[in-house]
């Protein structure tokens, strides 16, 4: 199958979050099978040109009452023979940092234009290659443009027997804006209306896809039932359930090339299964000392990588006076690393317990290398989200053998096991009820495993290290979708 991948994000070329490996990571996984896989999407500022190959020509791409000029370059993905991907280069809306905002002004109001300029580009993209896709399968708000032109625009000529798939990596985004760019995204008017596209008299791109696209997917089953709710569905449950048929939940799986504990080139000592303690003990004192912590294997060391942002459940562990970060540092013989940048009170915090805590030590920003080591060099993963499609990070932590602590929602409810006291079965500990109070008490319960059931402990490293999330079985899922859906259109 010829697949065209759709998306504001691609690692390792740009990424703001999961998003980004997911993309490659599916990519990857399907041009493995021996799918003509490609992706589009934006050069920003930060890819280097040099690094690219130009595609002759200029490409002009309509976008409504307008036509932007546009350059493309090409590389392939790293580690790959055959994977190429393009980036649309346009000054004047990629030449800048950030891919959806800077952190003063986090969301461009020229997005729509931008994004507008990604899809209906991916369709000019097609025609200067001459190779038309059987899929497109675009990724999350940004890019949700695309199943909209393919429908109603494009399905012709060579997109005539092409389908759409869209994959909600997180509802939470649904790239609202106001209507007068509406002419600028190349839809006719016609479709602006309460059951279309029209939002409270806005333009809503992720409700658009939901609507246009042939199937849907998201990131795990939990979550596919759970957007299907007033509770999850963000406004959209009721578009959602009126295409469950259409809607499938296919959990992401992990980039074992990139993470994984015997191979993993970021961190001082890599380890397997078999040798997890003396592994961890290493990558642990890496870590302590990095950090500026005390340097002692008795003391369980937590760990969070995160965006900081509501999502995550940051309010209840870091808020002023309320989070439970404080008094869990203050009162229990443990440790804590966070490594994380977004919402600016937040990272003020983090800088505050920083000063308070001799336990405790937050790093801000974005830093690929401390958060492989992170996951190394941890105990255990504190990831206590209010709601998570599919979270990856408690995947890597898993494979790394460091015990998530999770909240029971989307992907998080499906690849973590509760520790069970009596037996020691699990692969981690699980809270239902969000409040700084609960993740007191989990986090403490962790504690306790820690310094009174060491068997135990060491056990559940061993399961959860024995996890499979390799891609193949995500990626196989997603070929039967591709296949069923093509058969609609041929
Ligand atoms: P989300 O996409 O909602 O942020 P995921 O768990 O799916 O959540 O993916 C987050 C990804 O971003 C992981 O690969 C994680 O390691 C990475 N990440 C998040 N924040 C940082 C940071 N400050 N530094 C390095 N990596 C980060
Ligand atoms: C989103 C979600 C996250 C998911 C990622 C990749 O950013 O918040 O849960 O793992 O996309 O699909």
């Known amino acids: 199958m010829r697949i065209l991948m759709v998306s504001a994000e691609a690692a390792p070329f740009a990424k703001t979050g999961g998003l980004a490996d997911a993309v490659s990571a599916l990519s990857i996984a399907l041009s493995k099978l021996g799918h003509d896989v490609r992706i589009v999407m934006p050069r920003y500022y930060k890819i280097d040109r040099a690094k690219l190959t130009k595609l002759e020509g200029p490409m002009g791409v309509p976008c409504g009452y307008t036509e932007e000029w546009t350059a493309v370059y090409t590389t392939n993905m790293p580690g790959t023979e055959k994977l190429p991907v393009y980036f649309i280069d346009n000054e004047k809306c990629f030449g800048r940092d950030g891919v959806y905002g800077v952190p003063s002004d986090p969301d461009f109001s020229d997005n729509p234009f931008r994004f507008s300029l990604l899809c209906n580009g991916a369709f000019q993209l097609c025609r200067k290659l001459d190779w038309y896709p059987d ?27 092409t389908a759409s798939v869209f994959t909600i990596h997180n509802l939470g985004y649904q790239g609202v804006y106001s209507k007068h760019s509406y002419p600028l995204l190349g839809i006719d008017w016609q479709h602006f209306y309460s059951a279309g596209f029209e939002d409270y008299d806005r333009i809503n791109f992720l409700k658009s896809g939901l609507i246009s696209s042939d199937v849907l997917t998201t990131v795990s089953p939990t979550y596919a ?12 449950d009721g578009i959602l359930r009126s295409r469950s048929g259409d809607l499938r939940g296919i959990l992401n799986g992990v980039d074992t090339e990139v993470w994984n504990p015997s191979k993993d080139t970021c961190i001082p000592k890599t380890y397997t299964a078999r040798t997890v303690a003396s592994g961890k003990a290493a990558n642990k004192k890496a870590l302590q000392e990095q950090m500026g912590l005390e340097v002692n294997p008795d003391i369980p060391l937590f760990g969070i990588v995160t965006r900081l942002v509501d999502q995550k459940g940051i309010a209840e562990l870091f808020a002023p006076t309320y989070g439970s970060t404080y008094s869990m540092c203050a009162n229990m013989r443990m440790q804590m690393v966070v490594l994380g940048s977004g919402e600016s009170w937040c990272e003020n915090e983090l800088r505050t317990l920083n000063n308070s805590l001799s336990n405790f030590c937050a790093y801000i920003g974005y830093n690929e290398k401390l958060s ?50 009596a037996t020691g079965e699990g692969t981690g500990f699980i809270l239902d009820y969000l409040s700084p109070n609960s993740l007191y008490d989990t986090v403490g319960w962790a504690v306790y495993a820690w310094y009174n059931k060491k068997d135990h402990i060491a056990q559940m490293r061993k399961r959860a290290m024995a996890q499979n999330f390799g891609w193949d079985v995500s990626a196989k ?5 591709y296949e069923s859906v093509l058969k609609r259109f041929n």
């Open 135 to 161: 899929i497109i399968h675009a990724h999350d708000w940004s890019a949700a443009l695309a199943p909209v032109l393919l429908r109603f625009n494009e399905r012709h000529g060579g997109f005539a027997h």
């Open 225 to 236: 039932r759970e957007i299907q709710t007033p509770e999850g569905g963000f406004g959209l």
């Open 372 to 421: 492989h080591l992170i996951e190394a060099g941890s105990d255990f993963f504190l990831m206590p989200s209010h709601y998570e499609p599919c979270g990856l990070n408690q995947m890597y932590s898993l494979l790394y053998g460091t015990l998530p602590i999770v909240r029971r929602t989307g992907g998080l409810a499906d690849t973590v096991q509760n520790y069970n006291e």
């Open 477 to 481: 899922q997603y070929v039967d979708l």
